[in-house]
Structure formats: structure tokens, C-alpha cells
């Protein structure tokens, strides 16, 4: 055999092999050695793909020498990065096993000769810019050579028959954290990540997609930076993070070369598909991809994602989504940005939204229905950053906009909606019907976040302008958003009044939502007045309509208060339940972070009868979920909600800092279980760990210092920090970051 490129071979007991002695561990990746090493054994090709630095090439080489003792005539890597041109795959495949035909002989032929009856892993390493020559190699060798297994890693799959394809994935958070303190300490080995530190490097990889070139880049600027100075210039400057050995390939040397060395071996359409995809945040689908991208066909599409560049995602709904990675969309806009092409790539992402709006408005102004809002929802943070660009350059066009998306900003965004609503009532000019929209919408989110005389100024002046407008359809709803707000701020007569107007504005429009909407409501002014016979059948008569029109978030409306009077009237609280989980199976489904924690504190006030512990978990889910979305709960919520937590944090005492902080960290999915009785039983304590240390532990997983928790306990900082010391020595963890996730485990 003839010395590899590196001159690194050698033998593994018998098998002889050119793969090189490992540096550095190889961190994470469990899941993938023990799923891929199976494919291994049942498929002769398989592929790793995935972007630049994800770490494919470096799992290549930990598979391969877990092959050793499987592979009797070798294991053989040929790396195909190497050198300024393009290498001749076939040639470099057969220097590496040293194989040498008669004079003229195609290498190919030779390869297949002697591989016929030997039983050999070969390693095709960085196929991406010789893709078409390795998938010619594959398949010769695997159609002639019965033992011959391959393992290629590239940004795109050689598309050979047989080939299985994995494609890798970033690190999990807590993977990603270990492997920058590991390469962190062999910079500088006494490198010790403290409580602020920790944060900081679980924001710095989260920053980096949590790449593994990314991560292990940004480690070795410890020994002359902190993680807090590398974040910050990671937030103006994502080429600042270059390094690597001398022998490191150049485009692994920084995160930009990454990237860019699969930009290269993009063509002209790509490439100009590419950076317009620059404009989405947070993905796209198909549609919006060919409306904002020039020439980007779904084969184009395919090919960017073959190659690594974009992201597949499959939605909780079903669908099909794509993104980019942050690091591989920062490096999109810089070329955006140098064509020039950013303005008309955002321009064409405000029209594209902007059809999206106007197909939601018209849907909702003349039914109220959520169902088109609905198939949205993936797309907040893109009508988000449309409205916050076109602000500045259109802010009539971004108004247009938010009228149409403000039931997104509703559930999604309220703090971000009110405050766009209202700069751009004051930069458009316009006096239209979607300036009424605009103004409806402000109204609606100062509600929610409990400012009524904000509402009813906002509310006024877009009920005068409907008006002179002759816009009976807006009137009825700002009638109906005036009722509300009303309600809510317990005016109730008032709030009859505009809800009665609303409820006969809407049935002579035939708008049957609008109008259960104003009934729904009327019987909440009668459940607030005590009077829950009324209240009852209005509520009903809401509920019927709701069905009939398929309005799942009204039928949960309605259920949540007809909850509240089950409850109130019978002591017997099964019905009340089965009302608040009706509520909370409509609503789940929407992500709805509205009315749907206002069931769950509603089940909370049913479920601290027998369990005070279990409802002030439920309570702090509850308003976690709430505040995702900015806002406050009215004050009729708000009085539940602290009666349900003065009840259960005088039952369990002490432990209602620890149980309230768990709760917060529950998802919707566990709180839900955990509010009607579905939770599976909590681990058990390990031995030794008191119920202060549990409590310390809690805090710590909320993300507070030391200092923050003595002062929260009434605690000195060296007693805290005694605890956090003694508790990670009892469950075995090394820092901070493994003991919140730890917390986490225990409460979900």
C-alpha cells in the first residue's frame, strides 16, 4: 500500500487503514453512531449531508474506525477537498489503495478489478464539488464489487440507486454547550464557565446555529476573549470567527468559508435564488419562496436543499416548510446587499404578504372566521418583519398589512402589534378603511394589555371613521371590540349597549360569527352581574352558532364561561371540567395563548381542591403561556387567578416558590396533562437531596444568579452557592446549564 496523503496509515490489530488518530473527542452525535452504523450493516452506500461545519466529516471518521474489526481488507478514506482544482476522484481513489492497472487502463476499471472479492469500506470524502464523479464511482464499484460497502459525506446526496442518505442535524443545546467548553479548555485549560457565563455561551452556540465548526471557532477565542466579548462580535460580525490548524481545509477555516464554499458550487439561478431567500425569517413555504425569489422553480428549490443550503421543516399541522440557517441567512443578506437586490427582494416579500392580508381580511370582515388567519400562523415573524420594514418606507402599505394579520398579532405578538399599530396611525396619513383596521387592532391589544382608555380613544375615533367611511361591516366590529372593552373594565351597562348594537349590526350584515361574538359576550356581562340563569342561555345560543360556522375558538370562548357557571352553580365540579377540557382541546390546536390559559386557570381553581400543588403549577403554566404573547389577563381573570395562588400557596407553604417556578417551565402539552389529571408521576428524589437544594435547583433552571436567588430566599450567597456545590455532587453533573436541564426533566 502506498501512504495516504497525510502519511497516516496504519493497522487496527490486523485491518489495515489510512484514517487518522483522533485530536479531539468527539462530542454528542450518540443517536446518530448507533442509527447509522445500523444502516451500515444493511446498505452498502450511505451518505451524510448537511451544511458546512455540522460536523459530517468527523462522524465519517468515528463510523469508520468503529468498522475496523468489520471490514477485513480496510477501511480507506479519500479525501477529495484537498488542493486548489477539483481532484480526478477516480485517480485519488486509487493512489489511496495504492492500486495500479496495465499501462492505459481507466482507473475505474482497476479499482473494480481489484476490489472484486475484497471486503473494504471506502470513505469518499467532500464529494460536494465532484458530486457527479463520486456517483459514477459508487455506483461502478458497488455494481461489480459484491463486498464493497461506501460512506460519502457531502452537501448533497450522490442520487446513486441504493444510497441511503442522513442528514445531519445541529447539536442539541446541551451537546453544543459541552463541546465549546471542551474545545474552550484546550485553549485555555482552566477555563471554568460560572452561573453567567453559562448563559452566555447557551446564547453565543444558539447564535451559531449550533454548528460544530461554528462552536468549536468561537472556543478557541477564549484564550484571548471572553464568551461575552465573542458574542458581541458575533452580533456585528459573524467572519470574525476564523482559526483552525495549519492543515485545517481553507474552507473550514471560518464559518463564512463554510458557507461560501457551498455558495460556489451554486449556479447563476441558484445563487440568485439564494440570497433572496435572505428576506424570510423564520422559513417559508413553496408559494412565498417562488413570489419572493427570481427564477426559483421547486426544482431549484430541491437543489438548494440537496445541497445543503436549505433547511426541510414538517410543521405540527403537516405542512412543508424551509429555512435558513441564522448563519447561513446572515451570509444570504451580505450578498443580497452587495447586488444590490435588497429593497427589491423585500418589496417583493411586502407584496407577497401584503396578498396574504388582504385574502385574510376579506375572510374575517365578512364572516369573522379564523380559518384562512389559521393557515398563517407559521408566518408571524415574517408579517412581523414586513410590517417593521415597510414602517419606515411604506408605512400606508405596512398598515394595509397589519389590518389584515391583526388577529397574528393577537395571539402572537400583542405587545409588537400595539406598538406597531399606533406608529403607524401616526406616520400614514390616510383616512381609509384600513386605517379604521389599523385603529380596531390597536384598540383590541390595549385591551389586552389593560389600558381601557387607550381602547376607547382608539375605538372612538375608528368608529367615526367608519362611520363617515359608510363601512357598516368595521362599525359592527368596532361596536363589538367597544362592548368588550367595556365588559372588561367592568362598565357593564355601557357594554351592553355596543354589544347589542353589534349583535343586530352584525345579523342585518348575515355575519354570523360577529354576531355570536356579540353574544358570546353579552352573557359574559350577565355571568360578571351574578345573573348566570341569562348568562347560561346566551352563552348556549353563541355556542350554536359557533359549532355551525366551525369557529373553534369561539366554541372555546363559550365552554370556558359556561365552565365557570357549572362550577359556581353545583358542587359537583365534573361538569366545569368537562367544559374547561372541551375549552382546551378547541383552542390547543391553534397555539392560541389567549383564552386557552384562561381555561387552564379555570381547571387550576377545580383541581386545588384536592391538589394546591398541582393548581399553583397550573396557574404559573398559565401565565407563562400568557406572556409569551405580551398582554395581561382581564381583571375578572386576574381575581381567579390570585384567589386560586393564595389558596395553594398557604396549603403547601414553603415549596410555592419551587412548585410556581416548575409550572413556568411546563409547555402547553403538560400543563394540560397535568390540569386534568393525565401527569405521569415525577421522578424520584435522589437520595440526599433536601427540599432547599430542590428549590435552589428550580431557581437556577429559571436562569438567576446566585445573588438573585439568596436575595429571593433571604439566603447569604455562599449559602446558595453551598447548595448548587452539594446538589450537582449528589446527582453527578458538572455545571449550571446540566443541572436546569436536569429541573426540566423532573417537571415535564
Known amino acids: 500500500m502506498a501512504s495516504t496523503s497525510s502519511g497516516t496509515e496504519g493497522r487496527a490489530g490486523s485491518v489495515e487503514h489510512n484514517l487518522p488518530a483522533p485530536l479531539t473527542s468527539l462530542v454528542g452525535r450518540a443517536r446518530e453512531l448507533e442509527r447509522i452504523t445500523e444502516s451500515l450493516r444493511a446498505t452498502r452506500l450511505v451518505t451524510l449531508t448537511g451544511p458546512g461545519g455540522v460536523g459530517k466529516t468527523r462522524l465519517a471518521l468515528t463510523l469508520a474506525r468503529r468498522q475496523l474489526s468489520r471490514r477485513p481488507d480496510g477501511v480507506w478514506i479519500v479525501d477529495l477537498a484537498s488542493g486548489p482544482e477539483p481532484p480526478d476522484v477516480e485517480a485519488e481513489a486509487a493512489r489511496v489503495l495504492d492500486v495500479r492497472g496495465p499501462r492505459g487502463t481507466p482507473a475505474t476499471d482497476a479499482l473494480r478489478r481489484y476490489l472484486t472479492d475484497r471486503d473494504v469500506l471506502l470513505v469518499l470524502d467532500n464529494c460536494e464539488h465532484v458530486v457527479d ?85 468561537a472556543a478557541a477565542r477564549v484564550s484571548v476573549m471572553s464568551p461575552d466579548e465573542v458574542l458581541a462580535g458575533l452580533k456585528t460580525r459573524l467572519g470574525m470567527l476564523g482559526g483552525g490548524g495549519r492543515l485545517t481545509p481553507v474552507h473550514h477555516r471560518t464559518v463564512r468559508a463554510a458557507v461560501e464554499w457551498s455558495h460556489q458550487l451554486l449556479d447563476p439561478v441558484e445563487q440568485e435564488a439564494f440570497r433572496s431567500l435572505a428576506v424570510f425569517v423564520g422559513g417559508f413555504d413553496a408559494s412565498a419562496a417562488r413570489a419572493v425569489a427570481p427564477g426559483l422553480s421547486l426544482d431549484v428549490l430541491a437543489r438548494l436543499v440537496d445541497k445543503s443550503l436549505v433547511a426541510v421543516i414538517q410543521t405540527a399541522r403537516g405542512r412543508t416548510r424551509y429555512r435558513l440557517l441564522e448563519t447561513v441567512r446572515e451570509y444570504a443578506c451580505e450578498l443580497l446587499l452587495e447586488a444590490d437586490e435588497w429593497d427589491a427582494a423585500r418589496e417583493r416579500h411586502l407584496r407577497h404578504v401584503s396578498a396574504l392580508a388582504d385574502v385574510a381580511r376579506e375572510e374575517w370582515l365578512s364572516t369573522g372566521a379564523q380559518r384562512f388567519v389559521n393557515q398563517l400562523d407559521d408566518d408571524y415573524e415574517n408579517v412581523r418583519a414586513v410590517v417593521e420594514w415597510a414602517a419606515g418606507s411604506d408605512p400606508c402599505a405596512a398598515m394595509r398589512v397589519l389590518g389584515g394579520t391583526r388577529d397574528l398579532f393577537f395571539r402572537f405578538g400583542q405587545a409588537d402589534g400595539l406598538r406597531l399599530a399606533e406608529v403607524l396611525l401616526e406616520r400614514c396619513p390616510a383616512r381609509d378603511r384600513h386605517r379604521v383596521e389599523a385603529q380596531i387592532s390597536a384598540g383590541q391589544l390595549a385591551i389586552s394589555s389593560g389600558d381601557p382608555e387607550r381602547a376607547r380613544s382608539l375605538l372612538a375615533q375608528a368608529r367615526e371613521l367608519s362611520a363617515e367611511l359608510g363601512e357598516p361591516v368595521l362599525e359592527a366590529w368596532v361596536r363589538f371590540f367597544q362592548g368588550l372593552g367595556d365588559t372588561l373594565a367592568g362598565s357593564l351597562e355601557t357594554g351592553r349597549e355596543h354589544l347589542q348594537a353589534s349583535r343586530a349590526l352584525h345579523g342585518e350584515l348575515g355575519i354570523r360569527i360577529g354576531e355570536a361574538r356579540s353574544i358570546a359576550v353579552l352573557g359574559m356581562t350577565f355571568l360578571l352581574a351574578n345573573e348566570a340563569g341569562r348568562a347560561k342561555e346566551l352563552l348556549e345560543a353563541a355556542l350554536a352558532i359557533y359549532e355551525a360556522e366551525q369557529d373553534r375558538w369561539g366554541q372555546g370562548q ?105 409550572g413556568a417551565r411546563l409547555g402547553i402539552d403538560d400543563a394540560v396533562a397535568l390540569a386534568f389529571g393525565d401527569q405521569a408521576p415525577r421522578p424520584a428524589l435522589p437520595a440526599g437531596v433536601s427540599a432547599r437544594e430542590l428549590e435552589v435547583a428550580g431557581l437556577v433552571a429559571e436562569g438567576l444568579t446566585n445573588k438573585a436567588i439568596a436575595s429571593r430566599l433571604h439566603l447569604s450567597v455562599r449559602t446558595v452557592e453551598s447548595h448548587v456545590r452539594h446538589l450537582l455532587a449528589k446527582v453527578a453533573l458538572e455545571n449550571r446549564t446540566q443541572l436546569a436541564s436536569w429541573v426540566r426533566e423532573r417537571t415535564q
Open 133 to 217: 464523479a463520486c456517483a459514477e464511482l459508487a455506483a461502478a464499484l458497488l455494481s461489480t464489487c459484491a463486498s464493497v460497502r461506501i460512506m460519502a459525506t457531502s452537501r448533497e446526496s450522490l442520487g446513486v440507486d441504493g444510497e441511503t442518505v442522513w442528514r445531519l442535524k445541529p447539536l442539541g443545546p446541551e451537546d453544543a454547550y459541552r463541546l465549546f467548553v471542551e474545545r474552550a479548555r484546550q485553549r485555555q485549560p482552566d477555563f471554568m464557565p460560572g452561573e453567567e457565563t453559562d448563559a452566555t455561551i447557551a446564547e453565543l452556540c444558539a447564535r451559531l446555529d449550533r454548528l460544530p465548526l461554528a462552536i468549536e471557532l
Open 558 to 662: 363559550c365552554h370556558t364561561f359556561l365552565g365557570v357557571i357549572a362550577e359556581s352553580s353545583a358542587s359537583d365540579t365534573s361538569r366545569a371540567t368537562a367544559h374547561y377540557r372541551k375549552a382546551v382541546d378547541l383552542l390547543r390546536p391553534s397555539r392560541d395563548a389567549t383564552l386557552l390559559p384562561v381555561a387552564l386557570i379555570c381547571q387550576a381553581g377545580v383541581l386545588g381542591r384536592r391538589d394546591p400543588a398541582g393548581a399553583l403549577k397550573v396557574v404559573a403554566a398559565a401565565c407563562a403561556i400568557r406572556a409569551r404573547v405580551g398582554g395581561e389577563f382581564a381583571p375578572f381573570y386576574r381575581v381567579r387567578l390570585e384567589r386560586i395562588r393564595a389558596a395553594g400557596e398557604q396549603a403547601v407553604g414553603d415549596d410555592a416558590g419551587l412548585l410556581s417556578a416548575q
